[in-house]
């Protein structure tokens, strides 16, 4: 069970916007602005695509965006193209005695 | 460029031990964190620790407290990552990665994995 809950997919078509969900607690999510989410293509190493809940690192498209309420954060990917199916997850700094924690990953499917 | 080589598959018996290495070049060693994530088959990510290349000092998940030791060779740059006492569901692809920012959130660079395969 992780500490991070994602649902487990999530898709939609070509030109579309999703919005993937990340779900902790007042340890993690909701005490710090410290989330990224990670894209993981089938066997490939993740790439970060967002940190510190909405920054983009220099070369990720400006379709993907962050933000967080409360206890979630989310990730959302405007204008979906082909090349966006893989797997997301999200990551947070903790106060608990595992200072980072992984979410269980959701499987994006551009139809 | 920044570059971090990890060592070669490994097949164990349970309860042995794995040593992973991850060569690291392109940047300095020694001014960024090291994370090591493991990635069962199928499965999602999961953070197993972090060592400060330049004290040498680590972090660790409680879930591997007493079975992981994460160590550095700042003379060639590498960092090492040592399971014991593994078990079946050890197996997994083993990363390390570079942290690049204090929320130990932002791993920039990744290593090609190497997979761990526990079995008698």
């Known amino acids: 069970q992780s500490a991070l809950t994602q649902p487990a997919s999530v898709s939609g078509s070509p030109g579309q916007s999703i919005t993937i969900s990340c779900t902790g607690t007042?340890?993690?999510?909701?005490?710090?602005?410290?989330v990224s989410w990670y894209q993981q293509h089938p066997d490939k190493a993740p790439k970060v695509m967002i940190y510190d809940v909405t920054n983009r690192p220099s070369g990720v498209s400006n379709r993907f965006s962050g933000s967080k309420s409360g206890n979630t954060a989310y990730l959302t990917i405007s204008g979906l193209q082909a090349e966006d199916e893989a797997d997301y997850y999200c990551?947070?700094?903790?106060?608990?005695?595992?200072?980072?924690?992984f979410g269980g990953g959701t499987k994006l499917t551009v139809l | 460029q920044v570059q971090l080589v990890q060592s070669g598959a490994e097949v164990k018996k349970p309860g042995a031990s794995v040593k992973v290495s991850c060569k690291a070049s392109?940047?300095?060693?020694?001014?960024?964190?090291m994370h090591w994530v493991r990635q069962a088959p199928g499965q999602g990510l999961e953070w197993m620790g972090i060592?400060?290349?330049?004290?040498?000092?680590?972090t660790y998940a409680q879930k591997f407290q007493g079975r992981v030791t994460m160590t550095r060779d700042t003379s060639t740059s590498t960092v090492h990552m040592e399971l014991s006492s593994l078990r079946s569901d050890d197996t997994a692809v083993y990363y390390c990665a570079r942290e690049v920012s204090s929320s130990w959130t932002v791993a920039d660079s990744w290593g090609q994995g190497t997979l761990v395969t526990v079995s008698s």
């Open positions: 060592i400060n290349p330049s004290a040498g000092t680590t």
């Open positions: 392109g940047y300095t060693f020694s001014k960024y964190f």
């Open positions: 007042s340890s993690d999510v909701g005490r710090y602005n410290y």
């Open positions: 990551t947070s700094y903790t106060s608990t005695m595992t200072p980072v924690v």
